[in-house]
């Protein structure tokens, strides 16, 4: 049951921080290259809502997890 924490908790990392890149790095500068602002504002809303359905998964398990593993890992808080 750990490792699947483990894993849940990485891979909402990556969505989060992985998305979050794409979206700065990638993404505006190449909404740029749209002539139409219009279509700019169409493109970006329906990728960022698509990302952000995920973003909130990503904020409600990634504190989960973490908080499940600390409690096993470590007795609760009550670390050495």
């Known amino acids: 049951m750990l490792s699947l924490a483990i894993a849940v908790h990485v891979f909402t990392a990556i969505v989060w ?4 890149f ?3 790095i ?4 190449s909404l740029g290259l749209l002539d139409d602002p219009a279509q700019r504002l169409l ?5 960022l809502q698509r990302f952000f359905r995920w973003v ?3 904020v ?3 504190p989960a997890t973490g908080f499940w593993m600390t409690t096993r ?5 009550s670390w050495p």
């Open 73 to 77: 890992l470590y007795d609760g808080f």
């Open 26 to 29: 990638c993404l505006r500068p």
């Open 17 to 20: 921080i992985g998305g979050m």
């Open 56 to 58: 909130w998964v990503a």
């Open 60 to 62: 409600l398990l990634l």
């Open 22 to 24: 794409f979206a700065v």
């Open 43 to 47: 493109l970006a809303r329906a990728i």
